[in-house]
Nanobody, 114 residues
């Protein structure tokens, strides 16, 4: 199982970014996917969840209405569209799946700063 995130960067408050996570080594369409984030000095927190076929999504209260998780099973990719970004969204973002065990990507840094 391999998960590779991309799309992070530096953005001003109020801006947008779209993160991508490409999965391989497993039947992508059979598994739910999650985005987590970890800010310096804080624990890793769950940001968003999407079911295997995309019919169910869930969000942390802190991002509800601003972030959207989606997936393209034909491309084995899950996305996190982040709008109205705030400085407190600054963190390393990780995608995750549970295929018997927890698997994580390497993370992508998102920095929201003016």
């Amino acid at each position: 199982v391999q998960l590779v995130e991309s799309g992070g960067g530096l953005v001003q408050p109020g801006g947008s970014l779209r993160l991508s996570c490409a999965g391989s080594g497993f039947t992508f369409s059979a598994y739910s996917m999650r985005w987590y984030r970890q800010a310096p000095g804080k624990e890793r927190e769950l940001v968003a969840y999407i079911s295997s076929l995309g019919g169910t999504t869930k969000y942390a209260d802190s991002v509800k209405g601003r972030f959207t998780i989606s997936r393209d099973n034909a491309k084995n990719t899950v996305y996190l569209q982040m709008n109205s970004l705030k400085p407190e969204d600054t963190a390393v973002y990780y995608c995750n799946t549970q295929v018997a065990y927890d698997y994580w990507g390497q993370g992508t840094q998102v920095t929201v700063s003016s």
